[in-house]
């Protein structure tokens, strides 16, 4: 089991910046890929990166690419997401997520996922 707690939201400006934490603990972190994904209201909930286990190989969304950074470390077992340059329509419940699946773009890929935590951009 890997049990996963996000925490550093809140409320921005459109511009700002915001750095996500999520604190893994349970089995061997670094075998897992972590991903971050988020959800509207009254949408569904959608990828917005992940990095591999090695920390070497990190994915995003074309949504975010360029504003959004993820990291990892394992020492610590946190992976970090890193938002600038924020806008309103980045605006969700932001959720960590675990994989050992090869796949790390769907939900359905995902096994373990954090509570969430509320990210607000103000225009």
């Known amino acids: 089991q890997v049990q996963l707690v996000e925490s550093g939201g809140g409320l921005v400006q459109a511009g700002g910046s915001l750095r996500l934490s999520c604190a893994a603990s349970?089995?061997?972190?670094?075998?897992?890929?972590m991903g971050w994904f988020r959800q509207a209201p009254g949408k569904e909930r959608e990828f917005v990166a992940v990095?591999?286990?090695?920390?070497?190989?990190?994915y995003y969304a074309d949504s975010v690419k360029g504003r959004f950074t993820i990291s990892r470390d394992n020492a610590k077992n946190t992976v970090l997401l890193q938002m600038n340059s924020l806008k309103p329509e980045d605006t969700a419940v932001y959720y960590c997520?675990?994989?050992?699946?090869?796949?790390?773009?769907?939900?359905?890929?995902?096994?373990?996922w954090g509570q969430g935590t509320q990210v607000t951009v103000s225009s």
């Open positions: 990095i591999r286990w090695s920390g070497g190989s990190t």
């Open positions: 349970g089995r061997t972190f670094s075998n897992y890929a």
């Open positions: 997520a675990a994989t050992y699946s090869g796949n790390y773009f769907t939900s359905y890929d995902y096994a373990y």
